[in-house]
């Protein structure tokens, strides 16, 4: 079946680490896009990439990094210096980058202590 | 992108049509209206967007005012498995090229009643 997969589903680190989260699309789409969010709230952007090898901040890049090496695969690595790491992650994907629809992946939930 | 305002939170019987409001008074002219939903710790899931003219599609109806300031998501027929937190969101055309993302506010919890 064709859809964005993220894992894992519940990850857990130790502050000071660096953990890197999965966003894998079989879309052939060419936009894809990282969301927090945070109890109650709702998403914010980190980081999009409208094709491949090339990525730019959204809201909330501090502390964050992505790649885009592939056209499948978005991770992003959640860095020591993300002050606040904790929360529930959300990649989407788009056919283009000029498309009305995101489509959302399953979300990693993050605790870190 | 406009900021839109949703109530907190609504109750539904199962069966009976839900009424979700938005308000979205500094909208602009190019921007459009779009309704997602994000049931409990999935992924936010499309629905239906517009910009000036009523839309329908198999999921819901979106009735957008006369000015533009208001629009009301319609599920016609509610089930339990539209309990959901219901984001409306006002973006820029897509011609933006390089500002894609979308802003979700807190949304409104909908929960239907059996």
């Known amino acids: 079946d064709g859809g964005i997969t993220q894992s894992p589903k519940y990850l857990f680190r130790k502050e000071g680490q660096n953990v890197t989260l999965s966003c894998e699309q079989n879309?052939?789409?060419?936009?894809m896009y990282w969301y927090r969010q945070d109890p109650g709230q709702g998403l914010r952007l980190i980081y999009y990439s409208q094709i491949v090898n090339d990525f730019q901040k959204g809201d909330i890049a501090e502390g964050y990094s992505v790649s885009r090496e592939k056209k499948e695969s978005f991770p992003l690595t959640v860095t020591s210096a993300q002050k606040n790491p904790t929360a529930f992650y959300l990649c989407?994907?788009?056919?283009?980058?000029?498309?009305?629809?995101?489509?959302f992946g399953p979300g990693t939930r993050l605790t870190v202590t | 992108d406009a900021k839109t305002t949703q109530p907190t939170s609504m109750d539904c019987a199962e069966g009976r049509a839900a009424n979700l409001p938005c308000n979205h008074s500094?909208?602009?002219?190019?921007?459009?209206v779009y309704w997602y939903r994000q049931i409990h710790s999935q992924g936010p899931q499309y629905i239906i967007h517009g910009l000036k003219n009523n839309e329908t599609n198999e999921m819901a109806s979106l009735i957008i005012t006369e000015d533009r300031k208001s629009s009301t998501l319609i599920l016609p027929h509610a089930t339990l498995r539209d309990t959901a937190v219901y984001y409306c969101?006002?973006?820029?055309?897509?011609?933006?090229?390089?500002?894609?993302?979308?802003?979700f506010g807190t949304g409104t919890r909908l929960t239907i009643i059996p």
């Open positions: 500094t909208i602009s002219g190019n921007e459009y």
């Open positions: 879309l052939n789409h060419d936009a």
């Open positions: 969101i006002v973006r820029g055309p897509i011609s933006n090229f390089g500002n894609e993302k979308l802003t």
């Open positions: 989407a994907s788009s056919p283009t980058a000029v498309s009305y629809e995101q489509y």
